[in-house]
């Protein structure tokens, strides 16, 4: 069962790139979120969206890449051969791989997760347009929102 | 598992002063928590907040006085050594020519107790030339608001803002510079406020708001004015707080009644029917705040740029209550402390003039001496050309770098020459300090003990976090070692930093009960705080404004010069910012990773309708000149910016400094958006 999943309040993200300094931090210099330019105007920070099928987990021969029981989908260092169909099928181009052939994507914090922290990246967002929650809350809010802005709307024209 | 413990901690950077905790594993700051609970920042942190401990252990970091052997090289010398040269210097000096001589520069940066001590120093040496060179990039925007309110600092507290109906944003970059005020201001949109943005630039994120308005550069003031017409027009001001709580109104009434909207939509390039509309939304929100910040300031024609914003909120009574107000966004981490101080050729601590009577003779008591210069001394520009003339023979510079940060570097650096003796105090050795006859190393942020004023007026403590490295002394400790071998062991008697936070609370009154004890709680206290018991005072003027009559002030602006009009040769209005990777000299030493690699290279950015015209590409090098100078820079085809408009980040300064030239009259802040420019591609042809 997925407890929490990471979310993006779309419309809050300022582009600061707060989320990839703060992941570059834990985890040891390199950012596995990418604050992504969609035009001018507006930017999404992307980072691995733990897929329910996920294609990295599907394609991996060795099982590095595996699918937890929380839902994340976490790398296992000791079984990557480094073949790097991972990084070719996902379709968010999030997964990296570095020098030593090793593969590095987001883990969800999973260091920090065990203390009870939320992710880096979430803690850190000036704007809190990145959230750590579980799936249903976070819809519901997004309904709120919506249900204010046409509230407000219609004020303005009453 | 090795152990570690967790320190409140204050980030040294911007002035929004968010809190984080540092963990500290064996005497080692090791890394950073996110600190939920902080009334400004709720656990978040910009890109720099994340990067504090760097500056701790950079390897370029001094940590041995210094002393100019020839030309660029400097030998070791050990503290005493150094503490005498100082101090023989100045006796020195002060013999031959007198104290008006000297000269102290300092930044604000560094925190209360240091930055009082400074000034402290100067004045009992006898000269009120004593300066912060952070005021001159734009930050003294707090100025003005005290001929308007009584004092000069932002009203209400940012979280504050989440409570607006309607928040206006005048020129400010907030989104890169100030992260953390775009929570507050998503905050107040998602519960239904709109958002008015004033910019010559689109900011990295147009959702924040509801009303873009792109004016032209250096235009923000006009546009204010325009919607001040607007509901001075349609009689949409708040009749009984104006009554009741204001002076001057007939003056403005009268000082606008020539003035029409046509011509404001002239200047701004703000079509009339917008101005009204945003007009409108401003006065008739039952709470109303401005936002402004480091751009707005220093522009032509208008050197008081903030005393329009001013005028609209006490013309629609938006000040006093919660939700309304306005927000000078700062840039350093003690701007605001640092001017409390009276880090300031005019002003003593307490921000009274050097003049006041009843001030000076307070001061001069708490400080056993007889009386205090009173003559006004030089400001940092000011000081800049007296150093030209000669008339200054030495200079103590703390933990600033104007060689790398401001305009003028060039001349600036010329000038040092002239000097007999430069003391610069420092965690590098930057360009400014490879110019002085002595170094001493400074600590880092997290070796000091003291307290940071933020840009909404909170006293926040800063303990030590870890114990000062190798042979580095804190700041204040060497400034009294000084100042006792000057001859002055009664007044620099200090044992630790509480007692000259003791000292603060006697000279400055909005300080008078706060304490070390009391600013360690993480909500610290915002001044004016007058007794020990004071919970300290989130809003300002509830009651009555800090002007001698208690009313706030309404003061007509006047337009005194014209701006640089495009020509031929130069086609292109030169606007600057800020970018977030070029914060100031702290961060050029650090160089924040950035998964943008052109984000630490100087760019320009230009109008994709200009790049056509003059035939440029993306990415392509391109040489910007202006009457007194050029530089070069990598071009970026946006539409951020308007056709005729182009826009580069302040800093490298060095390179800045080189093609600004004019300074504000008043604030004297160098003017930066005011220039224009010419853009031509490396190798390419010119553009006409």
């Known amino acids: 069962m997925i407890s929490k999943v990471l979310s993006i309040n779309i419309d809050q993200c300022i582009a600061c790139q707060a989320c990839e300094a703060a992941c570059e931090r834990e985890h040891g210099g390199i950012s596995h979120i990418f604050v992504t330019p969609i035009n001018d105007k507006y930017s999404i920070p992307l980072s691995c969206l733990h897929c329910g099928k996920s294609p990295c987990v599907d394609v991996c021969p060795t099982k590095a890449l595996e699918k937890t029981s929380h839902g994340a989908v976490i790398f296992h260092k000791i079984r990557c051969i480094g073949c790097r169909l991972c990084v070719i099928v996902c379709p968010f181009g999030v997964i990296q791989i570095d020098e030593g052939n090793t593969v590095l994507k987001c883990d969800s914090c999973a260091n920090r997760l065990k203390k009870g922290k939320d992710p880096a990246c979430v803690l850190t967002c000036p704007t809190k347009a990145l959230v750590y929650e579980k799936s249903a809350k976070i819809t519901s809010r997004t309904r709120k929102k919506r249900a204010l802005k046409t509230k407000h709307k219609e004020t303005k024209k009453g | ?78 503290w005493d050594e150094a503490i005498n040269a100082i101090v023989s210097n100045f006796k020195k000096i002060l013999k031959k020519h007198g104290p008006g001589s000297l000269a102290f520069l300092t930044s604000a940066r560094c925190t209360n107790e240091e930055n009082y001590l400074f000034q402290k120093l100067a004045r009992i040496i006898g000269t009120n030339n004593v300066d912060c060179t952070s005021f001159y990039e734009g930050n003294l925007n707090i100025v003005d608001f005290s001929t308007s309110f009584g004092s000069a600092c932002a ?91 204001t002076s001057g109104f007939e003056v403005l009434q009268k000082s606008l009644r020539k003035q029409s909207l046509k011509q404001v939509e002239k200047i701004s390039g703000i079509p009339v029917a917008k101005i009204k509309e945003v007009a409108e939304i401003y006065a008739s929100s039952s709470t109303s705040a401005i936002i402004h910040c480091t751009d707005f300031n220093p522009q032509h024609g208008n050197s008081k740029g903030t005393t329009n914003p001013a005028n609209l909120a006490l013309l629609c009574g938006h ?44 001061i001069a008591k708490l400080w056993h001496i007889k009386n205090l210069p009173s003559k006004g001394g030089l400001s940092f520009p000011e000081m800049t050309k007296a150093l030209k003339r000669h008339r200054i023979k030495a200079l103590y510079i703390m933990e600033s770098n104007p060689l790398e940060e401001h305009a003028h570097a060039d001349q600036l650096k010329h000038a040092l020459k002239g000097l007999e003796f430069l003391l610069v105090q420092d965690n590098f050795l930057t360009e400014t300090a490879k110019q002085a006859d002595i170094v001493l190393p400074a600590v880092s942020w997290a070796e000091k003990t003291g307290t940071y004023t933020n840009t909404e007026r909170r006293v926040q403590l800063q303990p030590r976090i870890i114990n000062p490295q190798q042979h580095t002394i804190p700041n204040w400790q060497v400034m009294c070692d000084i100042a006792k071998k000057l001859g002055f062991k009664k007044q620099f008697s200090f044992s630790n ?84 990777t070029f914060y100031s000299a702290a961060i050029t030493h650090l160089e924040i ?96």
């Not at chain 2, 401990?53 to 370029?60: K, Q, S």
């Not at chain 2, 071009?635 to 980040?649: D, R, S, Y």
């Open chain 2, 1 to 78: 598992m090795t152990s570690f413990h967790e320190v409140q901690s204050i980030c040294p950077y911007c002035a929004e002063g968010c809190g984080f905790y540092t963990q500290v594993e064996q005497g080692k700051a090791s890394n950073i928590e996110y600190m939920k609970k902080h009334p400004v920042n709720e656990g978040g942190l910009c890109l720099k907040g994340n990067a504090v401990l760097d500056i701790i252990y950079h390897e370029n970091r001094i940590y041995s006085p210094l002393a100019k052997k020839d030309g660029n090289t400097f030998d070791n010398i050990s």
């Open chain 2, 155 to 245: 009203t209400n507290p940012l979280s504050d803002l989440a409570n607006s109906e309607c928040i206006l944003i005048s020129g400010s970059n907030f989104t890169d510079n100030h992260p953390i005020v775009s929570h507050w201001v998503f905050e107040a949109k998602s519960r239904g406020a709109r958002i008015i943005y004033i910019d010559h630039r689109v900011p990295s994120s147009l959702l924040i708001c509801d009303h873009f308005l792109q004016v032209n550069p250096g235009t923000q003031a006009v546009l204010i004015d325009g919607m001040i017409i607007h509901i001075l027009e349609k009689n949409l001001y708040n009749k009984q707080f104006i009554e009741e709580r």
């Open chain 2, 319 to 362: 000040i006093g209550r919660t939700g309304t107000g306005i927000f000078p966004l700062l840039e350093h981490n003690n701007a605001q402390g640092s001017y409390d101080m009276g880090v300031s050729p005019h002003l003593l601590p307490g921000r009274a003039g050097v003049k006041d009577d009843i001030q000076q003779k307070k």
């Open chain 2, 497 to 580: 930093t509480e007692n000259i936070l003791k000292e603060i609370t006697k000279a400055v009154p909005a300080y008078t009960g706060i304490s070390a004890t009391r600013v360690k709680r993480t909500e610290g206290i915002i001044w004016p705080c007058p007794t020990p018991k004071h919970p300290g005072t989130s809003i300002l003027y509830t009651e009555h404004f800090h002007t001698p009559d208690g009313l706030g002030k309404l003061s007509p602006v006047f337009y005194e010069k014209k701006a640089e009009k495009p020509t031929q040769k130069y086609p292109f209005r030169l606007t600057f910012g800020k970018a977030p």
């Open chain 2, 593 to 688: 990773k950035s998964s943008t690699p052109a984000s630490s290279e100087l760019f320009v950015e230009i109008n994709p309708k200009d790049a056509k015209k003059i035939n440029i590409q993306n990415q392509s090098e391109v040489k910007i000149s202006t009457r007194l100078g050029n530089v070069k820079a990598t071009a970026c085809i946006t539409e951020k910016v308007l056709p005729g408009v182009v826009f580069i980040p302040f800093l490298p300064a060095s390179n800045n400094g080189k093609i600004l030239s004019s300074v504000d009259p008043r604030a004297k802040i160098p003017e930066l958006n005011a220039a224009t420019c010419q853009v031509k591609g490396s190798g390419g042809k010119q553009g006409d």
